[in-house]
């Protein structure tokens, strides 16, 4: 390597955080990388399948988190290194077989990456995936910056091989979606060859077979997990991951972890607290290395724990205190059990100062927690108000209009039972308040199908459900199954938008390409449903007329379980974006506005953002910035004062 | 009259059943709309003062209003309405159709009507199956297709709403009591707008007792018949006390009591019998299913039956005392049932700013009260 090109490597870089552990990946030589796409992690598989072909590595988006995380499995269990990576909700849905793997252990170093959302930024809910590997007894890891999540990224791997596990890497929106310098390494020059060795004994680890349980013997395979898992605690005690900032005898020790031990050092600074306050910032959380912690606790009394979501560290230390009580007596802690730090949602440098300010009784002249009411002010008086709601063009707002026109004509009060996706939306004014019920990936065709049977006690409402066309694939064919199998009398409705389109237009099983890029096999879901036994329609939700009517006559006459697709690509798909199927006009004399007859049904109640009200005027118009030209606007003008135009190419 | 919004359409009339489903209200705007006779309101309109409301016969109706209107004199009671003369009649050699439930004489009329450009085009009801549907008919030999009682609640005026958007200023309407009442408080032009001009050209009534829930009607004939190859329905005058449908086997009887369990309850709140508020009612002549009871009540009803007759499309003579006795007997009971529901539920003439379903003097309200009783 010339002197030049070596400065050149040298020189640190800007990643973002979802970057440097797909690099920490490839840096490890991982062959196998495979993931189901969830905000914020679905960069990381986005980048590797970048490098697939320059690599050589397989790389996939699976049809849900637990095929993805089988489909790691088996690459570790042939010996190669292998990368799994979900969103936190997604290890809810692998945890299953992760429990298993955990006894099972693994070959190859394996890592699964988990992306938590923190604060629910672009998640239902913001779940901490953390206590999943107290439960799955697997060792957790937590970049706590950019250089960390590339390099602990790759020690991982190293980690796995070694205690013969799994490892759990836990990063966060903020961590994730956030860039920073990271100093790259060298790429692995050799591949490893594949083989599954599974002619040695049941209980020999390197050539039998790989099974996780031994029925009522569990110690067979219970008993070496937990003994990997004093192991890795054994290693953590002498980890790099873990750092100490801070005077020897601190006045209060903060813990953290993650993005939180950036927030803490800030607040520190600004506080001007670095020889009163102490900073443990961990990367290795689970098991937590007993020394380590004990150490550090000797040092004080006082001790607050900053970290989101759950109080994760907080009981573990706890936990370690108590066992330690003796030596290392009375401790105060701090953290979410008291109050200091709010127990929901994302933390942030202010939250922490405003802790580090009540208990070390500082005055608050200093504090600059005004910030962000100031950021809020600007932002309010320069920017357009939104609310949350779909994009012009979007099929879904076109599709829950006539949705929610079928469920008002048929007058039976009927609902739709929702899930995860853009379409989560639908319980907002922009979907028209449809959705009733929403919960995880599948779960509102699965709620459905409940709804279906208690009709049988004389209940009348028409029980509709929608998902997605990637959740269809994902989790909600085993609901559908049920339905039709017992009879069950809803309407499943599948917004097929062609593509995972909420986390970025990644292709699902219903798509002839693969995260490669490759050709795949595209699975009809109509074929599927139909041959089911499920009466299936399909129609294009901007036939905004057709698809009420059909849905009217689907709930009129449901005996057990159907499906009406509606099939439209989502606005922002690579096929659609930028382009405008139709010029959308509004004639102003033609225009009722807020006179009887509309009262601004298209800016009141339609509300697609490329729709806006001239108050002057008295009269709608078109925002021909932001219209995507989709022009179901048209259908829905009761004057006919909205028109379309078939664009010029 | 007292004109509210649609809030308030929706809170008195539609949420507590008082609709009809007579179609007054949509198709003026996005948010009412019919669908399998019942009509919905599909989003909030937060406008104070609506068409809808303004139309609707069962939310502040002021009949003493709408008599003056029409008629020139207020509202007084009387058992068959405001009328200039009351006949017999049946379709003239010149129209004639299987379909026709008694002696055609709507259809006559509004063919008639049609071949003679007094109106452009004739909202009627026509039936896909056993759901009725409005139609806006500008060919006389579309007429005869939508002959035929239907029985169930149709939204006619929605056609009537359509064909005034589409700029037809002479329109024939046949309509139902409810319908024709809230056709004549939409030409009373209630919110006074400055372009008005009354687009109803000739108003044929029907006489009505009641009118069924369709979505109900349909369930009932489910369970006993596939509903979907009804060709006719028809009650024969009492004492017969059934209900006749005839489908491509043949006729069936189902007993009329339990036909009644599925009437709209909004029509117990109903006083009309005759569509008081037309130019021409028609209704069936006890005895004689060959015939037509026709009440004549404008002027230019009388103009147009002249010369219907005149041009053989109509065949009319004298009422026998007989039969006009008992039609006012049936009419002054449906007027003093639906009158004693309406105050029970206070519901007439009410004071303290609450809304009322009706308001007349309490002279005409004396009569009718003071009126007929059983038989």
């Not at chain 1, 009141?604 to 490329?610: D, E, L, N, Q, T």
Request: hydrophobic share 40%.
């Amino acid at each position: 390597m010339t002197a030049g090109a070596k400065k050149r490597k040298e020189a640190p870089r800007l990643l973002m955080g979802n970057e440097a552990i797909a690099r920490g990946a490839l840096e490890a030589g991982i062959q196998i990388a495979s993931g189901y796409p969830g905000t914020p992690s679905s960069e990381i598989i986005e980048n590797l399948s970048r490098s697939a072909a320059e690599r050589n590595i397989y790389v996939e988006w699976s049809t849900n988190e637990k095929v993805a995380t089988e489909v790691a499995a088996a690459a570790s269990f042939a010996g190669l290194r292998a990368l799994c990576v979900m969103k936190q909700n997604g290890v809810n849905v692998a945890s299953d077989f992760l429990l298993h793997l955990a006894h099972s252990g693994t070959r190859g170093g394996m890592v699964l990456v988990s992306c938590d959302d923190p604060g629910a930024l672009s998640s239902v809910n913001e779940g901490d995936s953390r206590p999943f590997a107290r439960i799955l007894e697997v060792p957790l890891l937590e970049p706590g910056d950019f250089q960390e999540a590339k390099d602990m990224t790759k020690w991982a791997f190293e980690l796995s091989e070694e205690i013969r596990n799994f490892v759990f890497l836990r990063s966060v929106t903020r961590m994730s979606h956030a860039s920073g310098s990271v100093i790259i390494g060298d790429l692995p020059a050799e591949t490893r060859r594949p083989a599954f060795r599974h002619k040695g004994s049941l209980l020999d680890p390197d050539n039998g077979p790989v099974i996780s349980l031994f029925p009522g013997i569990p110690e067979l395979k219970h008993g070496p997990q937990q003994e990997k898992l004093r192991r890795a605690a054994d290693i953590f005690e002498k980890s790099p991951f873990n750092t100490y900032q801070g005077p020897e005898k601190p006045e209060l020790l903060i813990v953290t972890s993650s993005a939180c031990s950036l927030y803490s050092r800030e607040a520190v600074h600004l506080l001007g607290l670095k020889d009163r306050v102490g900073i443990l910032k961990m990367g290795t959380t689970w098991p937590l290395p007993p020394e380590l912690v004990k150490r550090h606790l000797a040092g004080t009394d006082r001790i607050l724990f900053v970290e989101e979501v759950m109080p994760f560290l907080e009981e573990n230390v706890k936990i370690l205190a108590a066992e330690a009580a003796t030596d290392l007596g009375i401790k105060y802690f701090y953290g979410k059990k008291s109050g200091h730090i709010p127990s929901v949602g994302e933390l942030n440098p202010d939250l922490v100062l405003s802790a580090l300010r009540k208990i070390l009784n500082l005055p608050s002249e200093k504090d600059p927690s005004d910030f962000l009411k100031k950021a809020e002010s600007i932002a309010a008086s320069a920017a357009p108000h939104r609310e949350l709601t779909f994009c012009p063009g979007c099929p879904h707002r076109a599709s829950y209009w006539s949705i929610h026109n079928a469920i008002e004509l048929d007058g039976r009060e009927g609902f739709v039972c929702g899930d995860i996706g853009c379409y989560t939306l639908g319980f907002l004014p922009c979907g028209f308040g449809t959705l009733k019920t929403i919960h995880s990936m599948g779960s509102g065709t699965g709620i459905a199908g409940g709804f279906g049977q208690i009709r049988r006690f004389a209940m009348n409402q028409p029980i509709l459900a929608v998902c997605g066309d990637s959740t269809f694939f994902h989790a909600a064919i085993p609901a559908l199954i049920n339905a039709v199998h017992h009879r069950s009398p809803i309407t499943v409705i599948v917004l097929d938008n062609r593509g995972t389109a909420m986390t970025g237009f990644q292709p699902h099983p219903g798509l002839a390409v693969s995260a490669m890029g490759e050709q795949a096999v595209d699975i009809d879901m109509a074929e599927i449903c139909r041959a089911l036994g499920a009466r299936v329609e399909i129609r294009d939700p901007f036939d905004l007329e057709e698809t009420q009517r059909t849905l009217n006559l689907m709930m009129e006459e449901a005996g057990g379980a159907q499906v009406l697709i509606l099939r439209q690509a989502c606005g922002l798909s690579p096929e659609k974006k930028g382009k405008k199927l139709f010029e959308v006009k509004v004639d102003e004399s033609v225009c009722v506005g807020e006179n009887c007859g509309c009262n601004r049904l298209c800016t009141r109640i339609f509300r697609c953002p490329g729709l806006l009200w001239d108050g002057q005027k008295k009269t709608a118009r078109i925002d021909e910035v932001i219209c995507a030209g989709c022009g179901v606007c048209a259908g829905i003008c009761p004057s006919g004062a909205i028109t379309k135009r078939e664009a010029q190419a | 009259m007292r004109v509210f919004g649609p809030k308030e359409l929706q809170t008195d009339i539609i949420e507590k059943g008082l609709c009809s489903g007579c179609g007054g209200c949509v198709d003026i705007c996005p948010y009412f709309r019919s669908h399998r006779g019942k009509t919905a309101m599909l989003f909030p309109c937060t406008l104070e003062k609506g068409s809808c409301y303004a139309f609707c016969p069962k939310a502040e109706v002021d009949l003493d209003e709408l008599s003056m209107r029409f008629f020139g004199r207020t509202f007084d009671g009387s058992p068959l309405g405001h009328h200039l003369s009351i006949q017999i009649s049946r379709a003239g050699g010149r129209v004639s159709s299987p379909n026709f439930q008694a002696g055609g004489t709507v259809s006559a009329l509004m063919a008639f009507a049609l071949m003679k450009g007094i109106v452009e085009a004739a909202v009627l009801t026509d039936r896909e199956k056993l759901l009725p549907l409005p139609r806006l008919v500008k060919d006389p030999s579309e007429v005869l297709r939508c002959a035929s009682s239907k029985y169930s609640a149709a939204p006619t005026l929605s056609a009537f709403n359509r064909a005034v958007r589409e700029g037809i200023d002479r329109i024939g309407v046949v309509a139902t009591p409810c319908q024709a009442l809230a056709l004549a408080q939409l030409r009373s032009n209630p919110l006074q707008k400055a372009d008005f001009k009354d687009p109803a050209a000739l108003v044929v009534g029907l006489f009505c007792t009641w009118s069924l829930d369709f979505r109900a009607f349909k369930d009932y004939l489910a369970g006993k018949m596939d509903p979907s190859i009804i060709r006719k329905v028809d009650i024969p005058p009492p004492p017969a006390e059934i209900m006749e449908i005839y489908d491509d086997q043949g006729k069936r009887e189902i007993p009329l009591a339990e036909v009644r369990q599925l009437v709209l309850p909004s029509c117990s709140f109903c006083l009309d019998m005759t569509a008081e508020f037309s130019d021409l009612s028609v209704g069936v002549l006890e005895g004689r299913p060959d015939l037509n009871t026709l009440i004549i009540r404008t002027e230019r009803g009388m103009e147009i039956v002249s010369q219907a007759r005149k041009e053989g499309f109509l065949f009319t003579e004298d009422l026998p005392e007989e039969n006009l006795k008992h039609l006012a007997w049936a009419a002054a009971n449906k007027k003093k049932r639906a009158l004693v529901k309406i105050k029970a539920e206070g519901l007439f003439n009410t004071g303290d700013g609450r809304r009322a379903v009706l308001r007349f003097s309490d002279e005409a309200a004396g009569a009718i009260l003071a009126g007929e009783d059983g038989k």
